[in-house]
């Protein structure tokens, strides 16, 4: 028994130091409720961590009597999720807004956060995968809640509110699933679909549905992805940044790792992928358009962003889903580093108008450089990362015969390069006019350089990348 | 005594929730309504878990009453704290966000 | 190495100029200078090493670059690519000296002309196609801030709208690339012109389309001409030399490298339509151009028009057109960056373009009179200027395959005429406007930028068998491969 | 329990649980909707014990009816002062002990209109009960429900992990809560 | 023989020296155009003996591929081009002599000489060349130097449209000569012009046709017939020697050249078409020339007329006597406007109004200028004669109604050139001519050697002779002899022309019984304005095309980028729509018309409310949706 539970930690290493690490920060949080030790522990505690996550082997028996799993493709998305957590600490350390109200249980949380994501992309069973969305939603609940004014108290009752009522919908989903196939193991549940969607086949589509709304929901896939621009734009931006990338990639990989648990009923369900996949992609950028606040815009542009990775869904290959998480990639790097951008300006000029980005090439030349290579890597501009991310999405929808999904992202990325083009434009062809010159903050310029030496790198030298894609086999 | 009814139970259970969710304008009164969405998945569970004699499901509604008490705290949280700063309860008379 | 070379000169001066100081701006010329010189030199080496009867790839460079998708570094010249390179590495040159005129924010200016030119250069030497498609894109981004930037009248509406629509026909080039990469499994173009060709008609139909909506923006080819114009007109001197010296040139290459070798079924299925375009482009800009006021926009629709030629040629698939068509790209480059740089000249002194305000010049300017002159005879096809002979070229390799296409396209070569003599009349004859009664004639650097470009267009005018003989082989061989 | 009380029994349950619930969801007076909400979770326990699952039955009144909903009507109460519409704070005297008479929550302001709200969750009720209307129908006898010591069983060797994490769950709720709900300003000045 | 490069490279090199050094070398350059083109004369010369022996001399290159042998260029002289060389070459060095003179004051005096020669060895590249592509080339060069000597005084408005005019005009016509010059290539797979003969036998009569009517139709352009005569009137904005050379003898002659040279393509139906349009030209220019009150003017339409002529003996396939009247005629009509330029140079007017009674005052020119009238008139036994004569009497042998228009067209030629003749030189001086003074001699003397070969040069190919003209170009067999009632019928022509010229061009009598004076005056007055033809050119041509250029302008503008622009604009106002849909639209169709009518009024604060309820509302109805939808579906 303890035997179990001792191999079961063996993979489980990361998960354990993070939420140990999250209590001791707890604790000094008590004692020094503004002193930089909580802060010291937290970066201490994650990488703590990241070393424990590089001796993590790849597992093939499933730890905890099977209720998570631990291979190659959680792996990846831990490292995400870590990455996540690690860019958005440094983002809390270059923002003022947040660093007025920062406290210790804030760092708790977001580390706790972080254990929450790892759980998500390993769940291998209907409870943790329910438990594992519900701690995200709840941290990313108070996260946005944080700030001590009456815009996130907002934000964060909206989101809480359309958060829970996805998940509940997502649980009833989970419990008619499990009324049809008594399976809660997902190996089970893929073993038992088939003949429970030969028996009650209404019944069990229903409940797929209702169960992949709570995952549409994370991933703000349209029409379920109203809640979005509020809760970005109430949040402090470092936490609308997490809440982008991290929950998001998150959701990515438990939809991934239930669609193939699914994978009889793929038939039934990529209608509705490939239609809301172009739905979302073109309605996020559609919207993003008529933007004129750099949140909600970017709020959008991440919405029409999961529209892309929907696409390595729709597709349903593995070549699809080592795309997704190639993009998923690309895309922490991309949007955190837009979003680190987005801070620097808004924590300098007190301004979320898009016309504080006005002359920033003379304000900040080396912040407005990054922004561009942010931008340009979104909107699909090779030799940037955002580029090989789409390259793959795209030639996995056409590998799949998806023409129609593959055109539309390709008109899409057309669209799309209205507002990222529009942001360039006011940062370099307009002129600063009074507007003052930027402050360089250390920390968002390592956040910055990370990000912009990442889209840089990876997008001219990708292979790398794509050998730790390698180990994905899931297929829909 | 069927399993159907107790679905019927449930499913009304669960829509009457819906029609709390999206008929109440005040918060905490929509909080109600998740309770209803919430213990309506329970008796799923539960009710399954008695035809399957599965112990497993069981526990997984214990599970969700935790979580539904997770829940509760840091809804009416952020109400106080919503209340606090904006002088409100009501779900769509708060208005500072732009959308 | 000799490629990497051509590429790393710019590049490394980029670099360069990106860790010198905003202040120093003599040295940042001078960085640019030399970069885009050694580029030069290089170019003018590789020529002088080139062997025109092989019909193969010179010069290889292979290195694996993405090994997952068999994706490499693969550089070569051969004889379609060669003009294209040395069009490049001469015009970067000389916008580069004429980029002197630059007065605000000169490092980014110059480092993003940096950037400009390894794109372009690349594009001309990739031998992969996700290679050729990386620098295809790379030369977008420059050029958006080069225009946007230094540009003049509604330069911000111009700079988008090349991105937009440039970025749109790629993104169709993007899916091809794609779709034809799951079909052959490989992104070399030397295989590829075998592999791809196997491909079913349907197929090939299909990408030669998306592979041609890429390039028509580019060429531009009607009706994805409009972005042509106005960034034509709002960019700055040299930026517009580069754009219709080199950039549109990326369009006819493409078809050249890519549309044709490796769908020629699609090709052929489509020659009619292309015949048709480039008699409509012929015509059709003509007529626009004949109508502008703006000099800067006369010439842009001028482009539109020579341009047309290209097609033409291409459509033909005879060894006349396609010699015409290739040489009417480079004599394109050559004739309108000219023309670009004398409408420089006289906007840098009279800050105006429309083509009324001026007059009389001819007294005034004898020099600047004589080269505008020069250029303009050039721009309306006279025999013994490089002009004439692409121009010509084009009409006898079409004309016995696309016959009235042909014949309505040479309403072009009269309205062309009738434009480029209204450019003469309306700036250089008649009584002199008294508003340029002190206007000072060209001056020494502007004749340096010139000067080589007319030696270029009188000598290929007379012989043009000096460009010639360097594509005959590679088009032959292009040829039999396309009609097989 | 024989077949006929069993049916009694369920029958009273689902009147008690679907009354508690329609009055939750329409009910003006809020504190009144706690209340009938408290009436539907205490059915729903009934409804566990029916289903022999008497340990959660337990877990349902104490946690639920004991605890969250404790907590939700001193929520109403904290915020009593609040629940008028149209943010008209303070321009009439009213507490917590107005809101229980339910003498200030006036009219339709409290609730969105019901009609298309109505049609969508009838809407749901019937797509759920159409799908699953094929389910097979008989209960198994009680005999072979789980029993407690299962449940502990479960919870403690096979659930171990969510059993923790689900701690972590609560300890991030409640830290968070505490900080978001208490007032701030002692910490952030 | 690569010495036949000299001919036309030398005042090619010329020209180029003075292009780039011409302000450096100054008054000098007229001489070095003198003495390049004297020494083109002399290398011409120098080919004498070849060409007699009735040899042809070439000299070829490749030119564009090595691949096909159809594009080696290549030079070659024969007897028909030597002719013409002999022309171009002596009437360029007298007229580059003269100009040394004539434009002595002019301040761009060495670029003169620059195109003078340019056009020189395009001209003589015209000449010689044995490819169709190398003679398109220098048909276009000497286009371009007409221009540019047109326009020579860019300064004057009228000179400068002039210049366009002419080039435009010339560059319609040219388009034809392209299409037939594709059209050859494509059916005969050749350009070689030396193989016509061949040509002809392998391509079917009716392709022969189109190719020679379009080649026919560069010729048009270029010689200025109708329906494209218009320009060379306004040629004359340039300066005279310029008229002389290139729009009198030399390059308007080159669309007669044209036909001569590719007769062999030229089948019966495009000959006649030649002969139409040529007998159309002929008199119809010469009725203009008879009213027209500019000197110049009506020398050149006397040129169109003459050309017209020509093109006439080509349709009437009388090949060389139409190149023999061109000889004829390149002599005369230059020293008739070296005469002109003369009376310019010496008056500073070319209004017939002002110019009376100069032989007082201009001996030399008198003189020369009634010998050049006298010959194109067709005086017995002067050049003109020599050829007019033949060319009505091959008319008279084939076609009576041509050879009575011919006489006609005779009669008109030496009415107004005699007209022209005598308000200028005879009558009381003009207060005009009184100032006038004799031109140097640099310009009298290149008139003289003119008027020598004006009077005498038909000679060559008169039977005197033994139609030397006519043996050198290959042609054997002509009758010999001379008629007598020809000579009759030219002197009553030229008396004729001289009553009628005497008495109502220089009298100013009125002929015509009052009856028909309003139809003469009408006639008049349609002549003088020349038939109305640039009127109606601008109107039904010009007007329209401009207002095309314009309409695609619009279009480009309106359209093409209207289409580009609204596509963004659309997509732009999408997005906001689409916004709008998500905060506005739900709630109001879910909240039935009822609230929608309430919201009204609160609408823009309901855009700027965060809306929960028809969010959450439209979650479920999204589920319900897709469940709904995928169930039925499965």
Known sequence: MSGVLLDSLAAWWPEVILSAGALVVLLTAVWSKRGQIPLILSWVTLGASAWALTQTGVSSNAPFFGLIVCDGFSLLFRWIALGSIAITLLMIMASQEVRASMRGEYLAILLLMGVGLMLMVEANHLLMAYLSIEFVSLSGYLLVGFPDNARAAEGALKYFLFGALASAVMLFGMSLLYGMTDALLFPELLQKIQPAAAAFPQGVLLAVILLLVGLAFKISMVPFHLWTPDAYEAAPMPVAALLSVAPKAAAFGLLIRFLSTLAPLWQDLYPIFSSLTILTMTLGNLVALAQTNIKRLLAYSTIAQAGYLLIGITAGTPIGVQALVLYLIAYLFMNFGAFACAVAVVEQTGSESLDAFRGLSTRAPVLAFACVLFLLSLAGIPPLFGFMGKFFLFGAALQAGQTLVAVAAVINSAIALYYYVNIMRLMFLQSAGEAQALQPVPALHLALGVCALATLFFGLFPSSVLSWLGPIRLVL | MTLRWFLLVSHALFCLGVFGMLTRRNAIAMLLSIELLLNAAGLNFVCFSRIFSNAQAQTIAFFVIALAACEAVVGLAIILSLSRHAKTVFADEAKLLSG | MLLTSLLACPLLGMLLILVLPKSSVRWIRGVAVVATGAALLVGLKVLGQFQPALASMQFEERASWIPQLNISYYLGIDGLSLPMVLLTVLLGFLACLASFGITQRQKEYFALYLLLEVGMLGTFLALDLFLFYIF???????????????????????????????????????????????????????????????????????????????????????????????????????????????????????????????????????????????????????????????????????????????LLGLASLTSEGLHGAMLQMFNHGIITGGMFLLVGVLYDRAHTRQLDAFGGLGARVPVYAGLLIFFSLATLGLPGLSGFVGEFMAFVGAFGVWRWQTMVSIIGVVIAAAYSLRVIQQVLLGPLNERWASMPDIGPREWITVAPLVVIILVIGIWPLTLLHLQDTSLQQFIAHVTR | MPTGGYTIAFVILAALALMGAVWTVTLRNLFRAALSLGLALIAVAGFFLLLGAEFLAFTQILVYVGAILTLIIFGIMLTAKFHQSGGSVGRQPCGWRHSLAGNDITGSVVNRPPLPAGIASVGLFVLLTASTWSLPEHLPDAGLAPTTAALGQQLVVLLVLPFEVISLVILVALIGSVALASEKQRFSR | ????????????????????????????????????????????????????????????????????????????????????????????????????????????????????????????????????????????????????????????????????????????????????????????????????????????????????????????????????????????????????????????????????????LFTPESLNLVLGIGLATHLFAATIALTMTDIKRVLAYSTISQLGLMMTALGLKAMPLALFHLCMHAFCKALLFLGAGSVIHGTHQQELEHLRGLRHFMPLTWITFLIAVLSLSGAPFLSGFWSKDAILLQAQHTMSWVFWSLVLGALLTATYLLRLYLRCFHGSPSSDAKHAHESPAIMTAPLVLLAIFAAGIGLVGSPWMHHLFFRIIGVHEMHEGIEIGMVALSAALVLGGFWLAWQVGFRRRQLLPASLRPIGQWLYQAAFHKYYVDEFYDKAILQPFYAATRAFSRFDQKVVDGAVNAAGSGTWRLGQWKERFDRLIVDRAVNGVATATRNLGLLPRLIQTGIVHPYLLMIVVAIVALAVGVIASQ
């Not at chain 3, 079909?183 to 299909?206: R, Y």
């Not at chain 3, 700055?236 to 490796?262: D, E, H």
């Not at chain 3, 339509?273 to 004949?290: D, E, K, Q, S, T």
């Not at chain 5, 020209?15 to 007229?30: E, H, N, P, Q």
């Open chain 3, 136 to 310: 295809w894109e790379i030369v977008l981004v420059p050029m958006y801030f080069l225009i946007g930037i230094w540009g003049g009248g509604r330069r911000e509406y111009s700079a988008f709208k090349f991105f937009v629509y440039t970025l749109a026909g790629s993104l169709a080039m993007l899916l091809g690339i794609l779709a034809l990469y799951l079909n052959t499994q490989t992104f070399d173009l030397v295989a590829l012109s075998g592999k791809a060709s196997q491909l079913g008609l349907g197929l090939q139909k299909v990408l030669f389309v998306a592979f041609f909506l890429a390039f028509a923006v580019k060429v531009p080819i009607f009706p994805f001409h409009t972005w042509l114009p106005d960034a034509h007109v709002d960019a700055p001197t040299p930026i517009s030399v580069i754009l219709a010296g080199v950039l549109l040139k990326m369009g006819g290459y493409g078809f050249f490298r890519i549309g044709y070798p490796l769908f020629p079924e699609g090709a052929q299925w489509f020659g009619s339509a292309m015949a048709v375009l480039g008699m409509i482009n012929i015509v059709y800009g003509a007529f626009v151009a004949m109508a502008q006021t703006d000099f800067k926009r006369l010439v842009a629709y001028s482009s539109v028009s020579h341009m047309g030629f290209v």
């Open chain 5, 1 to 264: 023989m690569i010495a036949l490069l000299f001919i036309p490279g030398v005042p090619l090199i010329t020209a180029v020296l003075l292009l780039l050094f011409g302000r450096r070398i100054g008054k000098a350059s007229a001489w070095l155009t003198v003495l390049a083109l004297a020494s083109t004369f002399f290398m011409t010369i120098a080919l004498s003996d070849l060409v007699f022996a009735g040899n042809r001399i070439g000299f070829s290159w490749v030119w564009l591929s090595q691949a096909s042998a159809n594009w080696t260029l290549g030079l070659s002289v024969d007897g028909l081009s030597w002719v013409m060389l002999v022309v171009v070459t002596s009437i360029g060095t007298l007229i580059a002599l003269y100009s040394i003179g004539y434009m002595h004051h002019d301040p761009r005096f060495s670029r003169f000489f620059a195109y003078l020669s340019l056009f020189c060895a395009s001209m003589l590249g015209l000449v010689m060349a044995d490819h169709f592509l190398l003679l398109y080339a220098c048909w276009e060069l000497v286009g371009l130097c007409s221009y540019l000597l047109i326009s020579f005084w860019f300064e004057k408005s009228a000179a400068a449209e002039a210049g366009r005019k002419a080039f435009l005009t010339t560059r319609i016509g040219d388009t034809g000569m392209l299409l037939g010059i594709l059209i050859l290539f494509w059916s005969s797979g050749s350009l070689q012009l030396g193989n016509l003969a061949q040509v002809r036998q392998t391509l079917d009569p009716h392709v022969l046709t189109l190719i020679s009517a379009l080649l026919f139709f560069g010729a048009i352009g270029k010689s200025a017939q109708v329906p494209l005569h218009i320009w060379l009137p306004d040629a004359m904005e340039g300066p005279t020697p310029v008229s002389a050379l290139i729009h009198a003898a030399t390059m308007v002659a080159a669309g007669v050249y044209l036909v001569a040279r590719t007769f062999p």
